[in-house]
């Protein structure tokens, strides 16, 4: 490439990383050399300058700067195992010509990074059964949280999905069992975020001053006396790790599991300290493209069920924000 170029974000690809966006469409650029153009105001998002790790969005326009002649074939992309096609077809809740919505397991990646190798971004070939074109991602779910995840069949699929997400006209549920019992047991956090270097690591933490805005709607649906209780979560916003933050951080209740953001408080005696988080994407409802909505529920990881049972709740599919619009 000799020119400069400005290319518009497409709704599927809204809320990657802007490196791993360059990775897709440029993938003979090395990290170090998209750092440089970074570094030295040549890439831009929206005309401002970027970093590599901030998120781009639908709509948004990037300028690239002229970066030599690609390679004359692009790299094959790796095969996909068979037992992890076989895998990703098994998580499979709902397929019609549109959109997949998957059972995402705790601990499978959405999108690959640093020394991540196997993710759903790599495999959706295996999900392109009679489609025409390869499915696409539209949103993200963080690799510890389990629970509903669609993926569009084309583009234009992918165009109104992205929007429906980026309009909010997408609503998701997610059941959590948290240590202690919120007070209130119910109601509204409003607390801005933001990513954060700490001496443990990147963080996201509480910041009134330079966060976003995050806006979760929460419920207690049981609790076992002040030991646990489980919460259904309902966030408005889609940051990153807003939920887990939310319950740890501002109602005091971290998820169990969560150790990244509750330390030691987020384990409970008497369940297994080594099982997963307890982070689950109950249930979505989101505009079709045929017109109309689907909804569409995922069945609890068995990590959770075991804990369900311990604790004595039922699954209960009573919606607690009936009367909330957003």
């Given amino acids: ?45 929206d005309g401002k300058r970027a970093t590599a790790g901030q998120r781009v969005g639908t709509g948004q326009v990037i ?9 004359s074939e692009p790299a094959p992309p790796r095969p996909i195992a068979g037992r992890d096609a076989e895998m990703l077809r098994g998580l499979v809740l709902h397929r019609d010509r549109h959109l997949i919505v998957l059972n995402k397991p705790p601990g499978l990646a959405v999108q690959g990074g640093t020394a991540t190798h196997r993710h759903i971004d790599g495999m959706l070939e295996a999900l392109q059964f009679d489609a025409p074109e390869r499915p696409r991602l539209v ?27 980026h309009d909010k006209t997408v609503r998701k549920v997610y059941w ?46 049981e609790s076992a006396g002040r030991q646990a209780s489980w919460l259904a979560l309902m966030p408005v916003t889609g940051r990153t790790h807003q939920l887990r933050v939310h319950c740890g951080s501002v109602l005091q ?20 300290p080594k099982a997963p988080l307890h982070l689950h994407a109950r249930s979505i409802r989101l505009p079709h493209p045929d017109g109309g909505s689907l909804s569409v529920v995922a069945p609890l990881p068995a990590h959770m069920q075991e804990s369900w049972a311990y604790f004595g709740f039922g699954e209960d599919d009573g919606d607690p924000f009936a009367e909330i619009d957003s």
């Fill in 139 to 165: 949103h993200r779910l963080d690799r510890d949280t389990s629970g509903v995840f669609v993926v569009a069949r084309s583009a234009a699929a992918a165009r109104f999905l992205g929007e429906a997400f």
């Fill in 1 to 45: 490439m000799s020119g400069v170029q400005t290319i518009t974000v497409d709704p599927g690809e809204s809320e990657i990383r802007l490196d791993r966006w360059f990775k897709r469409h440029f993938p003979e650029l090395a990290h170090g050399r998209l750092e440089k153009l970074l570094r030295t105001g040549q890439v831009r998002v």
């Fill in 63 to 71: 300028r690239v700067p002229p970066l030599g002649e690609a390679p």
């Fill in 253 to 272: 209740t971290p998820i169990v599991g969560d150790g990244k953001y509750g330390g030691s408080a987020a384990f409970l005696a008497d369940l297994d």
């Fill in 176 to 221: 959590a069992l948290v240590v202690g019992q919120p007070k209130p047991r119910r109601g509204k956090i409003d607390s801005p975020i933001t990513k954060r270097g700490t001496a443990r690591g990147e963080r996201v933490v509480e910041d009134e001053e330079e966060g976003q805005r995050a806006v979760t709607w929460y419920a207690t649906v």
